[in-house]
């Protein structure tokens, strides 16, 4: 496993840490969506193809960790105005991608938290398969920073879902911040909004999709508890 520091040290940490004591369920619910949809391919983890079929739990981050889309009240998150930006646009992307599903999500002040599956076919999704290497999960990894010129990523792939995801958001805050004569530097590569890595894992099992959506869903209320507070 590489080393991870950081945010990813965080996610490594506080979440498995966190989802010992979690109470396991069913994946049922999440299933009922997409009957007949499509499945989970039994693809090794090693080499893994992030455009497919799957259910994937993502972190993005704030350069710096600035808190700046909002605060934490009564262990609920009330968005300012540029975390509306960061919520709209998020719920935009399920709807310009056919292929994303979003499941369960949170904006917080200065990271986001989801489970995002994706679709390319037609067939049911089969999310408790334990083909593979017989875990229930690839590893946190930090996802390496945009390729060298020349390269592509993949479509409908979480990289590039991510990349536009960050990209539509610092515009429409630049946009933001130039139409209200907000008197603050516009985000650009020199001044980033968001920390050029994401950080991601595959949810193989029920157990493991369970105990990641219920640390989702409390995450406001464990805010002052974070590491990235």
Same mark, same amino acid.
């Given at each position: 496993? %590489? ?20 109470? !396991? ?33 993502? !972190? ?48 917080? %002040? ?19 398969? !334990? ?7 690839? /590893?946190?990894?930090? !996802? %390496? /920073? /945009?390729? %060298? ?5 993949? /479509? ?74």
């Amino acid at each position: 496993m %590489p080393k991870l520091e950081g945010a990813g040290k965080y996610i490594l940490v506080n979440l498995f840490e966190y989802i010992r004591h979690a109470n !396991t369920g069913s994946i049922n619910d999440f299933m009922e969506k997409f009957r007949n949809k499509y499945r989970i391919k039994s693809n090794r983890l090693q080499g893994w193809d992030y455009s497919s079929d799957a259910l994937y739990f993502i !972190t993005i981050v704030t350069a710096h960790r600035n808190c700046i889309f909002g605060e934490i009240q009564n262990g609920r998150m009330i968005y300012n105005e540029y975390g509306s930006i960061a919520n709209d646009e998020w719920l935009k992307s399920f709807e310009i991608r056919q292929e994303l599903f979003l499941d369960e999500y949170v904006i917080m %002040p200065n990271h986001i938290h989801a489970i995002v599956g994706i679709n390319n076919n037609e067939q049911k999704m089969n999310i408790g398969s !334990t083909a593979g290497d017989g875990r229930d999960a690839r /590893p946190c990894v930090s !996802t %390496p /920073p /945009p390729q %060298p010129a020349g390269l592509q990523r993949k /479509p409908k792939s979480v990289s590039s879902f991510i990349a536009g995801y960050k990209s539509v958001v610092m515009n429409k805050i630049d946009d933001f911040i130039d139409k209200n004569y907000i008197y603050k530097p516009k985000y650009n590569r020199h001044n980033p909004l968001w920390q050029v890595n994401y950080h991601d894992h595959i949810i193989r099992n029920d157990e493991s999709y369970h105990r990641i959506k219920k640390y989702i869903i409390d995450n406001p209320a464990n805010w002052y508890k974070d590491s990235l507070f």
